[in-house]
């Protein structure tokens, strides 16, 4: 049973961002059409501590709940509750979650762009 115990644990969450598709409905070819976006991101953290990292995150977020300059944006005042999204969430606290994430160690990140 302690063998079990010791054995190492690695979390990957994977994410992506854009869209595959070059083509909609009846093979209408959409490159270079309005609202097309030419890139494709696949985003891989890893880490081990998992509950470390959120502790941080949570730590992080609960910062800027109770900070006057943050609180009153939409989506932290947000009443059935806030999670950091990055196409959701105002540019600085995208900004200011992108230097945390800088400082904050513990984690690998990978990205893919593909274009």
Sequence with gaps: MSELQNI???YLFIDESGDPSFYASGNRCIVGTEGFKPLLLIGIVKLEDKKAIRNAILQFMNGLRNDPLYNSLPCIGDPKGWYLH???DNLEVRVKFAE??????GFEFY???GR
Excluded: D, E, N, Q
């Excluded at 945390?100 to 160690?105: E, P, Q, T, V």
């Design 8 to 10: 190492h644990k690695t």
């Design 86 to 88: 990055a196409s959701y």
């Design 100 to 105: 945390f994430l800088r400082s904050l160690g």
């Design 111 to 113: 990205c893919v762009i």
